[in-house]
């Protein structure tokens, strides 16, 4: 990696994916470098080339003193981001803030948060500088044998789910990607995926399930506006976990439409739970297989671990608000 030039003059980076969007992070970053000069943000911009990129990108940018961040990208751009914001060793990860303009395929991060798509009205948010400071969890798994980890700032998937995900990219790596290519995928993945015997810990609760899918994270939506963990709050210090046990597939397909606004929770074979350490462990024989905010990754045995108050995330102001309600009425509560 070449020299890096020192910020001395508070310059945001932003890190751009070209290929985010299916290349809409190159065809549009031209307008978008417009709005932020007309928004009067300085910035020097760095473009990824390849996967992982924006992780080494970060982490040596921040070693050179440069402490705001906007991602162009989408999820799995900005999960980059976060993991380099948390490898680099000369600030405290709160002392950074992250941003992101979506040009992504899915942009659940976005999502919960009501940061729109429209280019102008994201910067708009940006220069306002308005933060929210976000909970972030880390996930032990293995790839291959060797054990690894990663940070993520939205959710993991497991099982079907990260199946689902693992075709979705490798269509994007051909080429393919883009929303129509995810839903064939969950039709596709629907018929090849077979349950798995699976032992669950959250914190002291022990939950065996012959499991089809497992999600775990901090924000709500994945899969493109799947409403898969509808309790989650992003700063309760807590993860959410929703474990969906086997279950018939004419059922999944007729319960589709409740993944959207996270009813399929009141099925049966559903169940919703929430803690600061989560385990997950497969037969030996059986691997399930991980994907985190968005990116496919390695295979079990997993576990979770939250980071309260991890991440300074700028966020709209009205949003903001909301959270920092939400957050006071909590407290209020656990107080009587």
């Not at 709005?35 to 040596?60: C, D, G, M, W």
């Not at 051909?174 to 995810?182: A, E, I, R, V, W």
Request: hydrophobic letters at 35%; a positive charge.
């Amino acid at each position: 990696m070449k020299a890096i030039k020192p910020n001395v003059n508070g310059d945001w980076l932003v890190v751009v994916n070209p290929n985010a969007g299916r290349r809409k992070g190159e065809k549009d970053w031209g307008r978008i470098a417009e709005l932020l000069e007309e928004a009067n943000i300085p910035f020097v911009s760095v473009f990824t080339q390849r996967k992982y990129q924006a992780i080494q990108l970060t982490k040596h940018h921040i070693e050179n003193d440069y402490k705001k961040i906007i991602v162009v990208g989408g999820d799995g751009t900005l999960n980059e981001v976060i993991n380099g914001v948390y490898q680099q060793q000369k600030y405290d990860p709160t002392d950074i803030r992250v941003g992101i303009i979506p040009v992504g395929t899915g942009n659940d991060w976005c999502r919960m948060y009501g940061i729109n798509l429209d280019y102008q009205e994201a910067i708009d948010h940006l220069a306002q500088e308005n933060t929210f400071v976000q909970d972030a969890a880390l996930v032990h798994f293995y790839d291959g044998e060797m054990p690894s980890s990663r940070y993520l700032i939205n959710m993991a998937g497991i099982g079907y789910d990260a199946m689902v995900a693992q075709r979705t990219n490798k269509r994007k790596e051909q080429g393919k990607g883009g929303p129509l290519s995810y839903f064939y995928n969950i039709f596709y993945s629907l018929f090849k995926w077979e349950e798995i015997n699976t032992v669950i810990k959250v914190d002291n609760e022990k939950i065996p399930a012959n499991i089809f899918s497992i999600n775990v994270g901090i924000n709500r939506f994945n899969g493109n506006g799947l409403k898969q963990l509808p309790f989650a709050n992003p700063n309760d210090g807590m993860v959410d976990v929703t474990v969906i046990r086997k279950v018939g597939k004419m059922l999944i397909l007729r319960s589709l439409k409740n993944l959207f606004d996270g009813t399929f929770v009141n099925l049966p074979q559903v169940s919703t739970h929430r803690g600061r350490k989560v385990t997950i462990e497969s037969n030996k024989s059986e691997k399930l297989i991980l994907e985190v905010d968005g990116e496919s990754l390695g295979h079990s045995p997993f576990s979770f671990e939250i980071i309260p108050k991890a991440l300074q995330m700028i966020v709209p102001l009205k949003t903001k608000q909301q959270f920092e309600q939400a957050q006071q009425h909590q407290q209020k509560q656990a107080s009587r």
